[in-house]
């Protein structure tokens, strides 16, 4: 087993190599273009990821890598804490995704927009287009921008602007103000970036913001965080879901007007008044 890191913006995590269809091709391509792949997908294709898509990590992500096959690498990912295993979320990318750790680790800072790019130099050539929940080590400041260490011993910079500090304490407004970043971002399963979220991977990404250390599935987030009375909650903890006798199933922000959630494939994030079904299958909550 060996230590790397997520050297491209976004990768995929699939169940296994043989899991990505045709039209998948840009999210495992060596240099992959998230967003186009998102765009390309209609509702019955976004579907047809159940089962196939896991998770995705963000740049300079670490990942502990077990065996490699064929141009893959079975990964875990220790950020994205997960029941089924005790290392971190498993799963299958592309071993062109991965490169060395940073050569730094301190002072770390989060990316809190949807996207941001990635400079060279200050305001000079860009290297890469960066999604929100992106934490990198913060290596020095000046004019207005942050330099940062990135996978290869390489280095960049980013805006101060985009940037927030994960040691930072935060509230529960903050949260709410992070996810609704997204609202109308059509739903994509398994997805933990800009370009896609599911339920879990809304609260998981706005965590990883924030300094939290949040599983990366519902049931385990539920498991997890401290449970709370469902008539005690207020805006920015958690709804948990389930059907009798049917493992929790999905999360959401409570908000002033309801939840703050990534519904489900076909549907975008909303935040909505709780309908008559989700009131019906609500299970716990949990505060951080």
Sequence with gaps: MKLAATKVPISTVWTSPDAPRDIDAPATADLPDVAAWAKSMDTETRLGLHGRTLTQLLFAEPVLVRSERDGWSEIAAPWQPSSQDELGYPGWVRSSHLGELPTSASDPVAIAVPSATLFAEPGERPLAELSFATVLASVEHADGHTRVATPDGGYG????????????????????????????????????????????????????????????????????????????????????????????????????????????????LENTPLTPDRRSTLTTAARF
């Design 157 to 268: 910079w980013l805006q101060d602007a985009v940037l927030r500090s994960v040691v930072e304490p935060s509230d529960p407004d903050e949260r709410l103000r992070l996810g609704e970043q997204f609202l109308g971002l059509e739903y994509l399963w398994g997805g933990t970036s800009a370009y896609g979220l599911d339920c879990s991977g809304l609260v998981h990404t706005v965590s990883r913001v924030l300094g939290l250390r949040t599983p990366r599935d519902a049931h385990d987030q539920a498991d997890e965080l401290p449970n709370i009375p469902v008539d005690d909650v207020r805006p920015g903890d958690l709804y948990f879901f389930a059907r009798d006798g049917k493992p929790i199933h999905h999360v959401g922000f409570v908000s002033p007007t309801g939840m703050l959630h990534a519904s489900e494939t076909g549907k975008r």
